[in-house]
């Protein structure tokens, strides 16, 4: 199943969450229910714009982005981080107003049931998305997920505090659970912009990652040949490695574009997504960066 497929799926799945926790906090007049069903509406704001980034970061390269759209789904992760902040500023304002004035609530049987199912179904999907985005690596796709994960917590607390309601009748543990849940909900968007903003600031590689290019290059290197100014860095599901390849000057450039090439093609295949760029270079010449030269 392709990431645009689980981020369809994601937008069905969280019209109905949100048709089965509003209906909870209906049935049960629960200020706990309706944080619930306030974050559902955060998944589906979340998953519709995640799908319309990753529709983006799919696109070729053209003459404004040479280097392809791939940065786009950190645009996904940063929006969705929002959105997680804007709906647990809302349920911090309801739970405040609920605190003041606590209610009796009504059916919490019914309310708690269906919070439970609506709470199966994003749980099923996020373990699913969240394996799909490990295995492409996509950043859309696993923050949708994470935050998936995020609702299924919620709705358990929810549940267990609505639990300790029913037996103490102790009405204002609602409006506390759900602030409690609010602030956690602001730690998971906070970690999401987080994430966003280290991929649109050119993160390195994974230590994994890098470990597996600088096999690669021990493999290669020898008397005649060495690497230097290795640089590794991510954009979307794509992989990037820059770096030097130093040979004998005296080696013709077939030669060279050969050796070149199969050093490319090993990185590519010890590296799943991964595109090299090496530069030639003599044995005895030192590329430098940063670096002035006095104009006299």
Partial sequence: MQVATYLKLSVAVAVATIA???GAWWVSGS???????????????????????????????????????????????GFEGVL????????????????VAPQPLAQLGWGMALSLASTALNGALAWSMLKKAREVRSMALEGDARHLFTDVWTSVGVVAGLVAVLFTGWHWLDPVIAIALALNILREGGSLV????????????????RAQ?????????????????????????RR????H?????????????????????????????LRATIQLLPMDVEAHFGETKDPL
């Fill in 31 to 77: 200020v706990s229910l309706l944080s619930d069903a306030l974050e559902s509406l955060v998944n589906l704001a979340g998953a519709m714009f995640a799908l319309m980034m990753v529709t983006v970061a799919a696109r070729p390269p053209d003459d404004d982005h040479p280097y392809g759209h791939h940065k786009a789904e950190y645009f996904s992760s």
């Fill in 213 to 237: 290019i600088q096999q690669v290059l021990d493999e290669f290197a020898h008397q005649a040949i060495r690497f230097d100014h290795v640089a590794t860095r991510r954009a979307g599901q």
């Fill in 84 to 99: 997680i902040f804007v709906a647990a500023l809302a349920i911090i304002w309801a739970a405040a107003q609920r605190l």
């Fill in 194 to 209: 987080m994430r966003s903003a280290e991929g649109l600031m050119d993160r390195a590689l994974e230590p994994e990652a």
């Fill in 240 to 243: 990037f490695v820059d770096l």
């Fill in 20 to 22: 089965l926790k509003t």
């Fill in 245 to 273: 390849m130093h040979m004998p000057a005296g080696w013709t450039l077939g030669r060279a574009a050969a050796v070149r090439a199969s050093v490319e093609q090993a990185l590519m295949a010890a590296v799943p997504g």
